[in-house]
């Protein structure tokens, strides 16, 4: 069965501080993973994406990294600001298709 | 360019009322999407359209939900009559083609039921 995992559900941090949060999956045939931000009240906007071949990808203090043979991907946020406040989620693509799955999210707060 | 644009972007009902939720695409992007995403959970897919046919709609509760494309291009997503668990944001995406492409959102309604 095709599905995402994230981790942690939510996660509270100082400002100014690094964390990462993390994003498990077993859709196959891969074809590419994407993160996520949303913003309280708005639609998801996509941060990266990830495709098989690719290990590491960053935008801005964003870095998101992929283990194709674990199936496992990380999102690390460097240098943490209020702004980051939003939750993150993961959503896989196998390459059968328009079809994305999607993880429960992480909720990330920043405090000052 | 402009983004996806949905309205309203609240809606407060009563329970078996019936509600209606508008989407435009970005300009020139042939498949479009209605999801639901209920409080703490990611977006699950209602229906995808492509151009104006139905890809999948395997997950609407056709008994109570319907969407409908007419032109290719806006769409309109209905619940009649609904239902308190149905309270969620609903929102619509849509991709250029057909090819697991980026995901472009509205900003959603936010429906309660009452």
């Known amino acids: 069965k095709n599905q995402v995992e994230q981790s942690p559900q939510s996660l509270i941090i100082l400002e100014g501080k690094n964390c990462t949060l993390q994003?498990?999956?077993?859709?196959?045939?891969?074809?590419?993973l994407r993160w996520y931000k949303q913003d309280t009240g708005r639609g998801p906007v996509s941060l990266t994406i990830?495709?098989?071949?690719?290990n590491t990808k960053s935008n801005g203090r964003y870095t998101a990294t992929l283990d194709a043979d674990t199936k496992q991907s990380s999102l690390h946020i460097t240098a943490s600001q209020l702004s980051d406040s939003a939750s993150y989620i993961c959503?896989?693509?196998?390459?059968?298709?328009?079809?994305?799955?999607f993880g429960t999210g992480t909720s990330l707060t920043v405090i000052p | 360019e402009a983004g996806v644009a949905q309205s309203p972007r609240y809606k407060i009902i009563e329970k078996r009322q019936s509600v209606a939720f508008w989407c435009n695409p970005i300009?020139?992007?042939?498949?479009l999407y209605w999801y639901q995403q209920i409080l703490g959970q990611g977006p699950k897919l209602l229906i995808q359209?492509?151009?104006?046919?139905?890809?999948?709609d395997s997950q609407l509760p056709k008994d109570r939900f319907s969407a409908e494309r007419l032109k290719g291009v806006d769409s309109t997503l209905k619940i009649q009559p609904a239902k308190l668990e149905d309270s969620a944001v609903y929102l619509c995406?849509?991709?250029?083609?057909?090819?697991?492409?980026?995901?472009?959102f509205g900003s959603g309604t936010q429906l309660s039921v009452l």
């Open positions: 994003c498990n999956y077993t859709v196959s045939p891969f074809s590419n």
């Open positions: 990830m495709t098989f071949s690719e």
């Open positions: 995406a849509s991709t250029p083609g057909p090819y697991n492409e980026k995901l472009f």
């Open positions: 959503v896989v693509s196998p390459n059968t298709g328009n079809q994305f799955y």
């Open positions: 300009s020139g992007h042939a498949t």
């Open positions: 359209f492509q151009n104006n046919g139905v890809v999948d």
